[in-house]
């Protein structure tokens, strides 16, 4: 199972929208429909943001919102605010327990 | 609360066995799986494997079957990832997280860094 391809950096003004995709294959994204996102500023554990594609665990700004489109998923940011900036990272299921990531994506809140 | 606390920081040599552990609490252990996941400093996330607590039943990514060990306690609600033989390419941070479904992960531990020196 290869890995997910997302951005390796996007940046963005405070109040702007960013977006971040995440794109597999129709073996992954495609047929399974089972994409996460998790935020993960230095130093720190990953916090789950997005799951299903478009669900957000309680708690979780309405500024962060997912989509899919065939084998590519993707992150809206919007409203950017200076505590955005981290680093950001796509999941799928991939059939039998098995999970991949992306790479992750660097945000810089300019 | 839900909580997982891990174990600390390690530092072993190559060859060197290691086991870690992930404390949960604040739900019935028995009713999610627990998944480890790795970290090398400055790169991505990786998924290891995960553990079914009920029966102790795993499932490993291929590239790690065979070099770790997962392993529950439920007695004591606690997580394992063991070595029996580590290298220098397993210098990482290791995370520990409850799974809910497919690639979702809701609570995680706060990492443990393992470094291993040749």
């Known amino acids: 199972q290869s890995a997910l391809t997302q951005p390796a950096s996007v940046s963005g003004s405070p109040g702007q929208s960013i977006t971040i995709s995440c794109t597999g294959t129709?073996?992954?994204?495609?047929?399974?429909?089972?994409v996460s996102w998790y935020q993960q500023h230095p130093g720190r554990a990953p916090k789950l943001i997005i799951f299903?594609?478009?669900e957000r665990p309680s708690g979780v700004s309405t500024r962060f919102s997912g989509s899919r489109s065939g084998n590519t998923a993707s992150l809206t940011i919007s409203g950017l605010q200076a505590d955005d900036e981290a680093d950001y990272f796509c999941?799928?299921?991939?059939?039998?327990?098995?999970?991949?990531f992306g790479g992750g994506t660097k945000l810089t809140v300019l | 609360e839900v909580q997982l606390v891990q174990s600390g920081a390690q530092l072993r040599r190559a060859g060197e066995s290691l086991r870690i552990s992930c404390e949960i609490s604040?739900?019935?252990?028995?009713?999610?799986?627990i998944t480890w996941l790795r970290q090398v400093p400055g790169k991505g996330l990786e998924w290891m494997g995960r553990i079914d607590p009920r029966d102790s039943y795993t499932v490993y990514k291929p590239s790690f079957q065979g070099h770790i060990t997962i392993s529950a306690d439920t007695s004591i609600t606690t997580a394992y990832l063991q070595w029996s033989a580590l290298r220098a390419s397993d210098t990482a941070i290791y995370f520990c997280a409850r799974w809910v479904k497919g690639p979702t992960f809701d609570y995680w531990g706060q990492g443990t860094l393992v470094t291993v020196s040749t």
């Open positions: 999941s799928a299921y991939v059939g039998s327990s098995v999970i991949i």
């Open positions: 299903d594609v478009t």
């Open positions: 129709t073996n992954d994204i495609e047929i399974f429909n089972l």
């Open positions: 604040g739900y019935n252990f028995a009713t999610h799986w």
